[in-house]
């Protein structure tokens, strides 16, 4: 079966930076866009970034457009989100997100705090 499992959260500054990696298993990765969702306490899911299956194109969410980078390595069925210059506000549960046709998967989760 499908998993997702992420990976590279933990308690930054404000103005650090980190990298967050999910690892894909059971299933041919190259074929599938990927995302990075994010969750704040009492907020809705918001997406982060965007990737195609080839790495070709890449989107962000405003809030986060000139500071993260989301890429991907397809021999290593893995995606990345380099964060930088974080901030309090990008306190949230990061999640990946293989994105299928009519469905997809989701990573259990790893969680971000920008804190002083």
């Known amino acids: 079966q499908v998993q997702l499992v992420e990976s590279g959260g933990g308690l930054v500054r404000p103005g650090g930076s980190l990298r967050l990696s999910c690892v894909a298993s059971?299933?041919?990765?190259?074929?599938?866009?990927m995302r990075w969702y994010r969750q704040a306490p009492g907020k809705e899911r918001e997406l982060v970034a965007n990737?195609?299956?080839?790495?070709?194109?890449?989107n962000y969410a405003d809030s986060v457009k000139g500071r993260f980078t989301i890429s991907r390595d397809n021999a290593k069925n893995t995606v990345y989100l380099q964060m930088n210059s974080l901030k309090p506000e990008d306190t949230a549960v990061y999640y990946c997100y293989l994105k299928m046709r009519f469905s997809g998967y989701w990573g259990q989760g790893t969680q971000v705090t920008v804190s002083s």
């Open positions: 990737i195609t299956s080839i790495g070709d194109t890449t």
């Open positions: 059971g299933v041919t990765f190259s074929r599938y866009a």
